[in-house]
């Protein structure tokens, strides 16, 4: 098929791939601008615009898409069967929607309609779900609400965090979306019992807020890992906590109350929350490596009683 594909970040890259290697024709890639990145704030391409530029596919990155007709006249004139979309991370207006013969396909990282929105892979690990998925939608004017053409169930372990659940959809929704090409399945509407929505991300949500109980917690902490991160202070200090287990209630744990959140209990880096303990297991200071716990207290001795702040 002849295609456009748009999207910008890491979890479209292996669908672009997998279009590429399967011999369809891809007329433009679309990805978001270039933009200061990093420490030393060098602009820098997109995922998706380093891979397209491998691939020696044309790139367009235009900074806005819904007010700007002469990209919509541009797009018409591809004459596209389909657009595939992957987190393009722009809203495309109508007429480009309706553009292509088989119109824009979706792939999005969640069962629809459950987590409709910009962040459905923290938002799932977030809520405690046990499964997740990939569905592959055809875009209407609403957010994530189009028609459903395919969709398979991934499950969410104790131990899953978003770098992980994040490779395993990104190369389900490429292996999806060469099926949904191949068969054109016919398009089912989603229901609109059950549907939620996941907000977009700041680095202020890793924030971690010590009265919440230790099982929301622990889940904050894989659902935000690599980003935004979780994070506390120690002595005015950031520090990150990059993995955290929910303490069995025994010993220590047993003395935990609300009145005592963000409390180190014991000489483990035992925490107190609003219901339960949390036990870190391994941590950062800002500015230094990351450590296990055992190897950051020998750094770092912390008294028990001392108390973490938000």
Not at 76 to 87: I, K
Not at 221 to 250: E, N, Y
Not at 259 to 282: F, K, M, N, P, V
């Amino acid at each position: 098929m002849r295609l456009a594909f748009m999207g910008s970040p890491d979890f479209a890259v292996p669908a672009l791939r997998a279009l590429h290697a399967a011999g369809h024709q891809i007329a433009a890639v679309y990805c978001q601008p270039a933009r200061p990145a990093g420490r030393g704030q060098a602009v820098r391409r997109c995922p998706v615009h380093v891979e397209a530029d491998g691939l020696g596919l044309p790139v367009r990155t235009p900074p806005r898409l819904r007010t700007v007709s002469g990209e919509w006249d541009a797009f018409a004139a591809l004459n596209l069967d389909a657009a595939v979309v992957a987190a393009y991370g722009l809203i495309l207006p109508r007429a480009m929607l309706i553009a292509p013969r088989l119109g824009c396909l979706n792939i999005h990282a969640s069962l629809l309609p459950r987590w409709r929105g910009a962040a459905p892979i923290h938002a799932a690990i977030l809520a405690g779900d046990s499964e997740t998925g990939i569905t592959i939608m055809r875009m209407d004017e609403g957010l994530d609400t189009g028609p459903m053409l395919l969709r398979e169930v991934v499950p969410i372990t104790p131990s899953t965090t978003t770098a992980t659940l994040h490779d395993t959809l990104a190369k389900l929704g490429a292996r999806l979306i060469l099926t949904a090409l191949a068969s054109l399945p016919r398009p089912v509407p989603q229901p609109e019992a059950g549907a939620t929505y996941a907000a977009k991300l700041s680095r202020d949500d890793g924030r971690i807020d010590w009265t919440q109980d230790a099982a929301s917690i622990e889940r904050r902490v894989r659902a935000f890992d690599p980003w935004p991160g979780t994070f506390s202070t120690l002595d005015g200090t950031v520090l990150k906590i990059l993995s955290a287990v929910v303490a069995d209630g025994s010993g220590a744990t047993s003395g935990a109350t609300s009145g005592a959140s963000g409390t180190i209990l014991d000489d483990r880096l035992l925490l107190a929350c609003g219901a339960g303990a949390l036990r870190l297991t391994r941590v950062q200071l800002a500015g230094r490596a990351a450590m296990d716990a055992a190897a950051f207290l020998r750094g770092h001795p912390i008294a028990t009683g001392t108390r973490l702040g938000a």
